[in-house]
């Protein structure tokens, strides 16, 4: 069995978006940058009042395939 490494995961920058206390929208990007640009966008026409946009990162672990065995 291999061990999980840091480079198994991908890592991702994911924008999301609140309106009124609900998460409207969430997008994943590639890169940082390209996340803050649609967090931005998003700003110029929301409410400060109730709305809320941030920028988090995280990351994908790929899921190890396992094989069905038969019970019969």
Known sequence: MKCK???DHKHLWVAVR???G???EAK???SVSMAKQTERRWRNCFNP???ETA???GSII???KRKLRCTC
Do not use: G, L
């Open 18 to 20: 609140v309106e009124r």
């Open 55 to 57: 920028v988090i990162s």
């Open 62 to 64: 790929p899921s190890r």
């Open 5 to 7: 490494t840091k480079n």
């Open 28 to 30: 994943f990007f590639e």
């Open 49 to 51: 009042d109730y709305d």
């Open 22 to 24: 609900y998460v409207t």
